[in-house]
């Protein structure tokens, strides 16, 4: 039985060896170097995705302010549209003040009415809220008095006594106060206010300068109440291309 000896090879006869030791070392290099790569890529898309939701943030909120500027412009002109020389009670630079009747609320009475008298029967009182001020109008004479409670289906009730008589069929109608006013905001911008029988709010917000102008059916600018036949609103807005001039002309 032969006896053989275990053959010992040494590293340094193993050229592959130093191969592979070489190879890992390049390796992982480059995976570092590549990481690192990666790391700036995301960072310049992280960055330009937060520059493209600034932006589009930046145009959502002027196209909102464009609408909420359109939008309020017209329920200015449409209300203002309903106000005559002889309603308007404040016609000023930072505020304009008229009656009207907004909702179109308006009945007749089913019998005659005496003085003294505080429920009028009507054709329809549905919907009429407490408190609002209505128009009784007859022939020859007008009265307004407030309801002291919502209307009903076949009767309004006055919080004050007629003082006048009136026949069968005497109109009545709701008669708002509206009054649009300027307010000024702590960063310096305005507010366009809105206010309908003592209910105020914000028509139009974030607003650089506004003011109301007036004018008689002489193309001449006025501030008497009685003569104005026209009144313009101009409007720069705190948003960039916001230069807007409104022009309302009243009913004859």
């Given at each position: ?82 106000a005559t020389a002889d ?97 000024s905001n702590e960063d ?65």
């Amino acid at each position: 039985m032969n006896n053989r000896t275990p053959t010992v090879v040494s590293v340094r006869h193993q050229p592959w060896r130093g191969i592979l030791a070489e190879s890992d070392g390049v390796c992982l290099s480059e995976l570092m170097i590549s990481l690192a790569i990666g790391a700036a890529v995301l960072a310049t898309a992280l960055s330009t995705v937060n520059i493209v939701q600034t932006h589009a943030g930046k145009q959502h909120r002027t196209l909102n302010h464009q609408q909420d500027v359109r939008l309020g412009l017209e329920v200015f002109e449409q209300e203002v549209r309903l106000a005559t020389a002889d309603t308007i009670v404040t016609a000023a630079p930072h505020e304009f003040l008229f009656h009207a009747n907004l909702s179109d609320q308006r009945t007749m009475t089913t019998a005659g009415l005496s003085s003294g008298q505080s429920v009028l029967p009507v054709q329809d009182g549905s919907g009429w809220g407490e408190g609002k001020t209505v128009h009784v109008c007859g022939r020859h004479v007008c009265e307004s008095h407030r309801l002291a409670r919502a209307g009903q289906r076949s009767q309004l009730t006055l919080a004050e006594p007629l003082e006048a008589a009136f026949s069968e069929g005497a109109s009545v109608q709701v008669n708002n106060r509206v009054k649009y006013y300027v307010k000024s905001n702590e960063d310096g911008t305005s507010n366009l206010m809105r206010m309908v029988d003592g209910g105020a709010s914000v028509l139009i917000g974030e607003l650089g300068d506004l003011e109301f102008s007036y004018w008689n059916d002489m193309g001449q600018g006025t501030i008497q109440p009685s003569r104005v036949r026209r009144v313009v609103l101009k409007i720069n807005s705190s948003q960039p291309l916001h230069h807007m001039v409104r022009e309302v002309s009243l009913r004859s």
